[in-house]
């Protein structure tokens, strides 16, 4: 798979959506398997809630993929949640692709 025709897809990580707070905390959706590229680096970004946090990777996934912050992603045995969350799009206005800051 491409991300926009162009960008090889050569990883793949298991994606829990984030469902909300419940009687016992947090809740996830069961774990899915995406196709996606992990780019790893540290960068410090200030969230809209004005925490600063520091994300350790990029995940790019394909616009048709319903994901948004405190999703989990799984790859090599680390869960990492999404901190921040930028969407592409195309001139039509339909998602090219996510690009997913993960901590």
């Known amino acids: ?21 419940g009687p016992d905390g947090p809740q996830w959706a069961a774990p899915v398997a995406l196709a996606c590229r992990i780019e790893h680096g ?14 350790t990777a990029t995940v790019f996934l394909l616009g048709d993929v319903d994901v948004s912050t405190q999703d989990r ?3 090599a045995g680390k869960t990492h949640t999404v901190e921040q969350l930028d969407t592409m799009t195309w001139l039509d206005g339909r998602p090219m692709h996510h690009e997913a800051g993960v901590v």
């Not at 798979?1 to 707070?21: A, F, R, S, W």
């Not at 540290?42 to 994300?55: F, G, N, P, T, W």
């Open 1 to 21: 798979m491409l991300l926009g025709n162009l960008i090889p897809t050569p990883d793949t990580v298991q994606h829990e959506h984030y469902l909300g707070d």
């Open 42 to 55: 540290q960068k410090h970004v200030q969230l809209a809630d004005s925490r600063v946090v520091v994300l």
């Open 73 to 75: 992603l799984t790859w």
